[in-house]
């Protein structure tokens, strides 16, 4: 079965540093994973999709690796920012049937990042 | 377009009571999927449709849930009888041709927060 794990669950970092959020997963048959935004009160917003066969996918300051064989995920942001304070959820696609949810996002429970100014 | 709209955003009612979420998808896209997100166990895939027709619901917790979807611009999640455990925050999400394994992006309502007392 699927998990994805997100460690820390919260990290809190002064504005202007460079850090970087990790996801692991336990199955590397997957389609794709993705990287969302969570502000509080709010939905998920997307920011990065990776493919398979990628290894990393960057959007201005935000870069996502992908190590499929490891199972492994990073979303790097540089220079942050008070207005990245948000919880950073990533997502995996499975290319195997996990009980009738085929090809559906299994989520980790997110990471709560607070960036302070 | 307007987004991924769900009503209410919140709603506090008394055990035993039926409930009922309500969603819009963004026009033309042609899957459809409620999750539920909650502290413990994150974000959960309760059911999914594809041109208005449920495609995999076992992810719904228990017979007291049940989601139709009349028409390709709304879909309804009811729970009868609600209990305190079914407080989470219920989201909406839509996408387009969600099979092609290549993940195009999903997009999320803001979410209805349930608290059942």
């Known amino acids: 079965k699927q998990e994805v794990t997100q460690i820390p669950a919260a990290l809190s970092v002064p504005e202007g540093e460079n850090l970087v959020l990790n996801c692991s997963f336990t199955d590397s048959a997957i389609y794709n994973l993705q990287w969302f935004r969570q502000d509080p009160g709010k939905g998920l917003t997307s920011l990065l999709l990776?493919?398979?066969?990628?290894r990393e996918q960057t959007s201005g300051r935000l870069n996502a690796s992908l190590d499929k064989s490891s199972g492994r995920s990073t979303l790097y942001i540089a220079a942050s920012q008070p207005g990245d304070s948000a919880t950073y959820l990533c997502?995996?696609?499975?290319?195997?049937?996990?009980?009738?949810?085929?090809?559906?996002?299994?989520f980790g429970k997110g990471t709560k990042l607070s960036v302070k100014p | 377009d307007a987004g991924v709209i769900q009503s209410p955003r919140h709603e506090v009612t008394e055990m035993g009571q039926e409930v009922t979420l309500r969603c819009k998808p963004i026009s033309g896209h042609d899957y459809l999927f409620w999750y539920r997100q909650t502290m413990m166990r994150g974000l959960e895939l309760l059911i999914y449709f594809n041109n208005n027709v449920p495609i995999d619901d076992s992810g719904m917790p228990e017979d007291r849930f049940s989601a139709k979807m009349p028409n390709a611009s709304f879909s309804t999640l009811k729970i009868q009888p609600s209990e305190p455990r079914d407080s989470a925050v219920y989201f909406c999400?839509?996408?387009?041709?969600?099979?092609?394994?290549?993940?195009?992006?999903?997009?999320f309502g803001e979410g209805s927060w349930l608290t059942v007392v």
């Open positions: 990776i493919q398979s066969s990628q």
């Open positions: 999400a839509s996408s387009f041709r969600q099979a092609i394994p290549s993940g195009n992006t999903i997009y």
């Open positions: 997502a995996v696609r499975p290319s195997v049937n996990y009980g009738g949810s085929q090809g559906n996002l299994i």
